[in-house]
């Protein structure tokens, strides 16, 4: 079975500044897909960034880009010149190539951004 | 604009009640999936239904059952709520085959048993 963890219960950084979120995981899988969503609060869920483990490039959105390292099962989301509307949950979520489109998630991190 | 609509945000039950929590998209998606998210448990797959009248077990069914009588419906069943099904429910949608992996969700319920 698929495991993801995400250490970070809780972070907060300044307007602007850059932040990390952490993600590992565990599969036994050599192809899948890695996300990372946001529930900002009393909001839905949406999407932010996805990964294919197949490519090497890691994946970037705007502000938002990962940092996948495939050996050591480690997948971290840059927020840079974060802004006030990133104030959110993030959720690490993993599945598998094929099969059930069944997404397993970490047990996320909750990011406040102050002004 | 995608719509996954939840038809309750706010429920309070008492033990022992039948609960009913309605999901609906209006997406045309094949996939609906029902999860539960708790504080550092992260969001847990209870069922998910890939077709009408389907259903498969996720990760924690217990105390749960589901119904897809139509494409556009997803209901969450608990047959008897007990304390420790308080929660935060979330429903959320895709399509077959889309392989992106995007879930559609909707604003979540509220579950609250006393």
């Known amino acids: 079975a698929q495991t993801v963890t995400q250490s970070q219960p809780e972070m907060s950084v300044q307007e602007a500044e850059t932040v990390t979120l952490s993600c590992t995981y565990d599969?036994?899988?050599?192809?899948?897909?890695l996300f990372w969503y946001k529930q900002p609060p009393s909001r839905q869920m949406i999407l932010v960034i996805r990964?294919?483990?197949?490519?090497?490039q890691n994946a970037t959105e705007n502000r938002f880009s990962v940092n996948f390292q495939k050996a050591a099962k480690s997948f971290s989301l840059k927020i840079s010149d974060s802004q006030l509307g990133d104030t959110a949950m993030y959720f690490c979520?993993?599945?598998?190539?094929?099969?059930?489109?069944?997404?397993?998630f970490g047990q996320g991190t909750r990011l406040t951004i102050n002004p | 604009d995608v719509k996954v609509t939840q038809s309750s945000r706010y429920l309070v039950k008492r033990t022992g009640e039948k609960v009913f929590l309605e999901c609906v998209q209006d997406m045309d998606h094949e996939n609906m999936f029902w999860y539960r998210q708790d504080p550092g448990l992260g969001l847990r797959l209870i069922y998910f239904s890939y077709d009408v009248k389907m259903k498969e077990k996720g990760d924690i069914p217990e105390g749960y059952s589901v119904s897809r009588e139509k494409k556009e419906r997803f209901s969450l069943i608990l047959e008897s709520a007990s304390t420790n099904q308080t929660s935060m429910y979330l429903c959320?949608?895709?399509?077959?085959?889309?392989?992106?992996?995007?879930?559609?969700f909707g604003e979540g319920s509220r579950l609250t048993v006393l």
């Open positions: 979520a993993f599945m598998k190539w094929q099969g059930a489109q069944k997404l397993v």
């Open positions: 990964q294919e483990a197949y490519k090497q």
């Open positions: 959320a949608s895709c399509g077959r085959g889309s392989g992106s992996g995007e879930l559609f």
């Open positions: 599969t036994s899988e050599n192809n899948y897909y």
